[in-house]
């Protein structure tokens, strides 16, 4: 076996896939657990959300909240929507980013590859476990009797929670060689783990993201 001493970071939603998984699935379980009126249902509950980040909320409260919408869900029924939610996507290729997917084959040859997300476990797993992903950083949700609580365990994985979970994952790989590590994200929030990494890559960066990369010298990539 190949002993593997580099890592590669990605970032899932809109940088491996081209959905935002956390909304995706969601809309995926009401469709399953809620009556005729749930795309309402969807529409005014991300309606919701926009208005607090309008009104100047944190991604992190904002994430939160939409994490308490499963409270009461058995972790199991969550578990088993997720594998059917990846299914019905899995074999579409208007899921993937196909060219970064490529580059995730290309580098989990040689490297210890970490998927970073914001998302929930139950559709990022079956996710993880089909591309072959070494490691899976994401929200952790709190249970209560084998149910989701609605609460959270420590921070969202979003922003400065990724990178602290990112580093936690580090400290217990003293081998890891930084040089020709690498790092893929697709938003601002995402600088803050990448910078961990020798090489970064936005992709379908903003044009503020390609001002940054172009003054910190970081990749771009186009799908």
Known sequence: MLFKNKIAVFDVDETIIKTKSIFSFYKFFLEHEKD????????NFKNKLDKMLLKGASRDEVNSVFYNEYSGVPVKHLDSLGCK????????NKFWNIDILREFYVL?????????SGSTKACLKPL????GADHLLCTKQEEEGGNYSGMLIGE???????EKALTGLLKGMPNISYCDSV???????D???MSLMDKKYFVNPT??????ADENNWGCVYE
């Open 128 to 131: 993880k476990d089909h591309i």
């Open 183 to 189: 790092a893929y994200g697709d938003h601002q929030t």
């Open 36 to 43: 005729d009126a749930k795309h309402l249902l969807f529409d």
């Open 108 to 116: 989990n040859k040689t490297h210890i590859t970490v998927l970073l």
């Open 207 to 212: 044009l503020e993201l390609k001002e940054f």
């Open 156 to 162: 969202p994985c979003i922003g400065r929670g990724k």
């Open 85 to 92: 939610w990846f299914a019905y996507n899995a074999y579409c």
């Open 191 to 193: 600088i803050e783990y």
